[in-house]
C-alpha cells in the first residue's frame, strides 16, 4: 500500500469510495467534482489517498486558512479498515500541514458516527464542548454587501 497526494483525476473512484462508507455527509456543491477541484488547487499538499494494486483504498482531505489546519472526508474502504491505513492518511496530513507551519488541527465528526468518533480519539483527537458548530450557507446569495 502507498500514500500519494490526491489528485482531481481521482474524483471517481473516491467519490465512489465515499458512498461505500456508511452515514458520509457529502453534499452536491463542495463535494462535486469542481467542488472538489477548487479545494485541491487551494490545498494540494495536504490531500492524500491510499493506493493498493492501483485501486483507491482510503482518502483524506486536509487544508487549512493559515492558521488552522481542518481535516475532512476521511474514508477507507470498509473491506480494509482496521489495518492502519487511516493513520497513515491522518500522519501524511498532519505532517503536510506541520510543515507548512500550522499547529493545530480540527475536524467535524457526526456525533452518531461511534466508529469514526473512537478512531478520532485514538489519534488524539479531543472533543471540544464549549463550543457550538454552526454554518450557514451562501449558494443562494446573488451577491455579498461589502
Known amino acids: 500500500m502507498d500514500i500519494r497526494r490526491m489528485v482531481i483525476s481521482d474524483y471517481s473512484e473516491i467519490y465512489d469510495l465515499w458512498m461505500s462508507c456508511k452515514g458520509m455527509g457529502l453534499n452536491n456543491i463542495d463535494d462535486s467534482k469542481n467542488g472538489i477541484d477548487i479545494f485541491l488547487k487551494r490545498n494540494p499538499e495536504t490531500c492524500f489517498v491510499a493506493v493498493e494494486q492501483e485501486k483507491i483504498i482510503g482518502v483524506i482531505m486536509a487544508g487549512n486558512d493559515g ?20 493513520t497513515k492518511l491522518v500522519d501524511s496530513a498532519t505532517k503536510a500541514l506541520f510543515d507548512l507551519g500550522i499547529a493545530k488541527v480540527a475536524l467535524v465528526v457526526f456525533d452518531k458516527n461511534k466508529t469514526g468518533n473512537a478512531f478520532w480519539e485514538k489519534q488524539g483527537f479531543t472533543v471540544r464542548n464549549d463550543l457550538v458548530y454552526r454554518n450557514k450557507s451562501l449558494k443562494d446569495m446573488d451577491r455579498i454587501d461589502t
Open 67 to 86: 492558521r488552522r489546519g481542518y481535516i475532512y472526508h476521511t474514508a477507507v474502504m470498509p473491506t480494509h479498515r482496521n489495518q492502519g491505513i487511516a
